[in-house]
């Protein structure tokens, strides 16, 4: 009789500890894309700032410590570690087809590349020869092309010299960089759909939305109408799953859309979250950066993959 007692009151207490990690909008979405009892767990706490998270082939996560200036690494067996520091202030990182680490630098105010024996290079720092300001978010075509955004956050008082905060993609052939949207206030964190027609740009502004174009197999851009808005904080990073769902940060943690904008999940934080990506040995694991914090989630999602050309 005890035994049934406890057992009945652990089970309750599992289950309303895993619905409070949750806002659930559309319950047959919520199975497909989180296994029962998933919850949230904080993986690391004690940061300044944190960001840009990225699954590296070598199976632990990079993410960022912008005002530390300092690329911080996490796996389950050595918990938190040092990547790099200084880390330029480094914000949003990404791979390559190569599977090279990109990272947007605001205090280098570049686009970088680490090459695989560990050195650093200059992917794009300047547009019509005035210095970007302090890019913030960046992703990679299965072209090869580098799409970023440079929103004018981390100048630190110094000047602006670009005419605006543009969305670019960097042609690593021609080295040609090419603004794609001109009219945001504040890019952030950008993805593509699986199939790549599609391009999805936060607006961590005053809009606070996420917008989406539409790309042609040249790369040329067109649309750019609003796709879903954010109501708690800003949509900061944002990634792309296989399913073509956008799971967006959020300031109560991440908001999650189906492909035509509808909202089907908030997963819910004690931290406004500044990104996430999806990672882990299956890639199933969903991190999250979140003011001091690194929290993760399993989930039954994929992030999308690049199409093979
Ligand atoms: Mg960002």
Redesign the pocket.
């Given at each position: 009789m005890i035994r049934t007692t406890s057992t009945v009151f652990l089970a309750a207490l599992v289950s309303s500890a895993s619905a409070a990690d949750f806002e659930v909008k559309d319950e047959a979405q919520f199975k497909k894309m989180f296994p029962a009892g998933a919850k949230v767990e904080r993986l690391a706490t004690g940061m300044q700032f944190v960001?840009?998270p990225q699954w590296m082939p070598g199976g632990f996560l990079v993410f960022s410590d912008i005002p530390a200036n300092e690329l911080k690494r996490w796996d389950a067996k050595g918990g938190l570690q040092t990547f790099r520091k200084p880390s330029q202030n480094t914000?949003?990182n990404t791979l390559d087809r190569e599977g090279r680490l990109l990272s947007a630098e605001h205090g280098g105010r570049r686009v970088s590349r680490t090459e695989k024996e560990g050195t650093q290079v200059t992917v794009a720092d300047s547009f019509e020869g005035k210095k970007l300001s302090s890019p913030?978010?960046v992703v990679v075509k299965s072209d090869g092309t580098i799409w970023f955004?440079d929103p004018d956050y981390g100048l630190a008082g110094r000047p602006k010299e670009t005419p605006g905060n543009f969305v670019y993609r960097f042609d690593p052939a021609s080295k040609f960089l090419t603004p794609i949207a001109k009219d945001f206030d504040k890019p952030?964190?950008l993805c593509f759909s699986p199939d790549e027609s599609r391009l999805y740009v936060?607006d961590?502004g005053k809009p606070r939305h996420i917008r989406v174009f539409n790309i042609a197999r040249d790369g040329a851009a067109t649309g750019g109408d609003v796709f879903a808005a954010v109501d708690k904080g800003v949509p900061?990073?944002i990634r792309c799953d296989s399913k073509g769902r956008v799971w967006s940060s959020s300031g109560d943690g991440a908001q999650v859309f189906d492909p035509s904008g509808q909202l089907l999940v908030r997963i819910l934080l004690p931290e406004a979250a500044?990104?996430l990506a999806f990672g882990g040995p299956k890639g199933r694991t969903l991190y999250l950066t979140a003011r001091k914090s690194l929290y993760a989630v399993e989930t039954k999602a994929v992030q999308a993959r690049r199409p093979k050309r």
């Open positions: 960001e840009g914000n949003g913030n978010d955004t952030n964190g936060a961590s900061d990073g500044a990104n």
